[in-house]
């Protein structure tokens, strides 16, 4: 190399090291770039009322760690089996309540229609003879038909919603006693179609792993085909990277569920009806137009009539829903005790039910919520009640800590309505 072409080569050389330096205090700096993205992403997130599920992930998370903590068998695979087919009938009832929440309203009659339906299908079923697959329909029917008699009340007549399902809470109650007669309790076959909806379970431990590696597989196909979506649609989208590590963190979640469940009896029949109930409705809610009617209305009544929406049939619809997975919910719960009593309705179950939809996330006021919010909820709820039993405490502990969480929810709810009012989104 002659001595004029060793200068531009040192420069060349010295160039490349300083860059390959900066690569490598970037690539350093990676990590904790990463975090400090993170970390203001909650910020910016917290102080425009958009938390989400975080708070209720967080706060579940603590409480699993503080029974843990206190009595080692609460994490056990018997345990939470246990807990995931309980967590299902209160479950049903709360996705119910979610639509009737996400239009503004409220409905308390979910618990005795539940008992109804319950009812209704014992009656058929046992008493009458009649073969479980159709009393189980009509058992259902007669929840979709109450809830449309409220809404017809509260969306036609203009009683308040209430008013209509407190009068329901009462009403119905009346019809399941007068239904059940001079039984105060009617048992269902142990080993009929109904009775093995929460005592049946995948015991091939590839059942409970191959359904981890499709809700997996399925979580991030839906994600990345909207994010394409809303890249041609010249909106924000979540990146590659963003998916990945949600799809990530849903694998490893799925997949030490599926280890636990397995060491145990194996995936519950009830879970993966839970699960899919929660992946349709979901599906309704965020990707049809009904969904959008769903929300448009509950962000505002006058904005969705002057947008052509149908507000009285989308009230109704809402109502017919609440009723229909309340008689769901009911089903799943008689079939827990193979039962159904005169007392198979109980206050504590609307509470837990419309508890678990709030808790879970879904506001109060209407246009935010989703059927995740019921799983969240729930788990939050049947988490403490198996806590508590498991430490022998009294149970009046459970409904003191449940109604301070609730209470926690509810002011989140209303901090973060405040927050979207200031950055006027409300």
């Not at 029974?67 to 089996?81: A, C, E, G, I």
């Not at 010249?234 to 590590?245: H, N, Q």
């Not at 049939?313 to 008689?327: D, H």
């Not at 006021?365 to 909820?377: E, H, N, P, V, Y």
Request: glycine letters at 12%.
């Amino acid at each position: 190399m002659t001595s004029g072409e060793s200068g531009p080569a040192r420069k060349a050389e010295a160039a490349e090291a300083d860059q390959r330096g900066a690569r490598t205090a970037a690539a350093r700096r990676a990590p904790a770039h990463a975090v400090g993205r993170g970390v203001e992403l909650l910020k910016r997130r917290y102080h425009s009322g958009e938390l989400g599920s975080v708070p209720v992930v967080l706060g579940l998370f603590l409480i699993w760690a503080v029974f843990q903590t206190v009595n080692s068998h609460f994490l056990s695979p018997r345990n939470l089996s246990n807990l995931s087919v309980d967590i299902v009938g209160t479950g049903m009832i709360a996705v119910g309540v979610i639509f009737v929440l996400l239009v503004g309203e409220i409905d308390l009659s979910v618990a005795s229609v539940s008992g109804l339906a319950a009812a209704t299908f014992a009656v058929l079923s046992v008493n009458q003879g009649m073969p479980e697959l159709p009393a189980l329909v009509l058992a259902v029917l007669c929840g979709t038909a109450v809830g449309a008699v409220h809404g017809f009340f509260f969306a036609k007549v203009g009683v308040h919603s209430f008013v209509v399902t407190l009068a329901g809470l009462l009403g119905w109650y009346g019809l399941m006693l007068y239904i059940m007669g001079t039984y105060g309790t009617i048992n269902i076959d142990d080993r009929g179609l109904v009775a093995k909806l929460t005592n049946f379970y995948f015991n091939d431990i590839a059942a409970a792993y191959g359904f981890a590696a499709l809700g997996a597989a399925g979580y991030f196909l839906a994600s990345w085909l909207g994010a394409r979506r809303r890249h041609r649609a010249g909106v924000p989208y979540r990146s590659p990277a963003e998916i990945g590590l949600r799809t990530g963190v849903l694998a490893v979640v799925g997949f030490a569920a599926a280890a636990l469940l397995n060491q145990f009896q194996g995936l519950p029949l009830a879970l993966l009806i839970f699960l899919v109930v929660l992946v349709g409705l979901d599906y309704v809610l965020r990707r049809t137009a009904y969904g959008r009617m769903i929300f448009a209305l509950g962000g505002g009544v006058e904005a969705a009539r002057r947008a052509g929406l149908s507000v009285a049939l989308v009230r109704i619809s809402a109502f017919m829903m609440s009723g229909t997975m309340a008689a769901i919910g009911g089903i799943f719960l008689a079939s827990r005790i193979s039962s159904v009593s005169q007392t198979s309705v109980s206050n504590y179950l609307l509470m837990n039910a419309i508890a678990a939809a709030v808790i879970g996330g879904t506001s109060l006021f209407g246009g935010r919520g989703s059927t995740w919010s019921a799983l969240l909820g729930v788990l939050v709820i049947q988490s403490i009640a198996s806590g508590v039993a498991l430490m022998g405490i009294q149970a009046a502990v459970q409904f003191m800590i449940t109604g301070g969480v609730l209470l926690i929810a509810v002011v989140i709810d209303s901090l973060s309505r405040k927050a979207q009012k200031a950055h006027g989104r409300v």
